[in-house]
């Protein structure tokens, strides 16, 4: 059995989701708003469930490798110029140092709430939310759309698509019998 999220579990969430998006976006510019909007969304469907911590092993296992995932996914961009194009496409551009900063401050954040699960506390389930819908699946979707828009390969394009079935695979998990109950 479930219990709803407590205020104090809403509220210090609802500081952390405002900060994150503040922080963001004055940092990396208007070209994050769309991890603002999947982080938003994330809030709001975490928000909307009652989180059941009992499997948190085959979660945290999935988002593990999810994790590695992501790594090998910033390997590409990194690599392949992701932090000169991307935001070349709103009219300007982030420096090797701040894009670097930018996914290492993110996957500090990722394996914290893994920890965070693996324990228990549903705030953590925001955070795994959040990278199953914005690092997953909206990145595979954005990544592929680019692509075809520009008529080329993007960078993160060939690891994108593994990113879109982590984050499906882990909504599957969040959702799926046991994951949670709807209130």
Known sequence: ???????????????????????QTEIMGIAIVGLDAALLVSF????????NPDRPRLTTAWYAMGLVCFCIHFLEERTSGFNRQFPALFG????????????AAWLSLFAVAG??????????YLAVLFFAIGGGV????????????????????FSAPVMFAVGIQLLRLLYGRNGLERQ
Do not use: K, Q
């Open 1 to 23: 059995m479930t219990r709803a999220l407590s205020r104090i579990e809403t509220t210090t969430a609802a500081c952390l989701v405002a900060a994150v998006v503040v922080l």
């Open 44 to 51: 709001a469907l975490w928000l909307a469930a009652r989180w």
């Open 92 to 103: 300007y551009r982030w420096s090797d140092e701040r894009f670097l900063a930018f996914n």
């Open 115 to 124: 920890v965070a699960v693996f324990r228990g506390l549903r705030v953590g």
């Open 138 to 157: 909206a990145n595979g979707i954005v990544h592929v759309a680019i692509a075809l828009s520009v008529r080329r390969y993007f960078p993160g394009l």
